[in-house]
């Protein structure tokens, strides 16, 4: 029984021995937006000599998502626990009352007959204005510092710069990157 009760006291005194150094140490933090992702999340879309993004997008459908990512760091280092860092980009689009936001299709076979079976489900009709902007509003840092956000701007932007920002709340920093939207 003292035995237990020693080993536990030597193990507690080992978990919460911290170099003095690391308490003290001030934060440093760095962070970046790394690359827009192609729509596959495969590749990087191209930059120009500008720095510029050149985002193609279809002009069928609304809203055409991709992936942004970047990384943040603390004092060179994975952040422990986890950093938010907010995105806001300065393109918005306007969600009108009566729009279809979707179509709902239900597909089975069916148990009975063995036939394959599509039901068409009414639409999904938006009840009031809104206005939705075309980035998510933050992330967290995950494995290696990495951080994610989704943009989505829609076929009326074609011929729009995108300016996405990134802030961390913390270091008092602000990032940018510009998207060419074409």
Excluded at 50 to 73: A, D, F, W
Excluded at 105 to 130: A, C, E, F, R
Aim: hydrophobic share 35%; aromatic share 10%.
């Amino acid at each position: 029984m003292i035995k237990k009760v020693l080993t536990s006291i030597i193990c507690l005194f080992f978990m919460a021995c911290v170099k003095t150094e690391e308490l003290f140490q001030p934060k440093r933090y760095t962070f970046s937006i790394d690359s827009v992702l192609t729509r596959n999340g495969l590749q990087s879309i191209p930059k120009d000599q500008n720095g510029l993004y050149h985002l193609k997008i279809t002009v069928y459908g609304t809203s055409q998502s991709h992936r942004v990512i970047g990384k943040i760091l603390v004092n060179g280092k994975e952040p422990y626990p986890n950093e938010k860092v907010n995105f806001e980009s300065n393109l918005y689009w306007w969600l009108r009352q009566g729009d279809t936001v979707a179509i709902i299709t239900k597909s089975y076979i069916n148990y009975y007959t063995g036939q394959y079976t599509i039901v068409n489900l009414p639409p999904m009709i938006n009840s009031k204005d809104v206005l939705v902007p075309t980035t998510n509003c933050c992330s967290y840092s995950g494995k290696g510092g990495e951080i994610n956000t989704i943009i989505a701007p829609i076929r009326e932007m074609i011929g729009d710069t995108m300016v996405l920002m990134a802030s961390h709340s913390l270091s008092n920093k602000i990032i940018y990157t510009k998207i060419v939207i074409e």
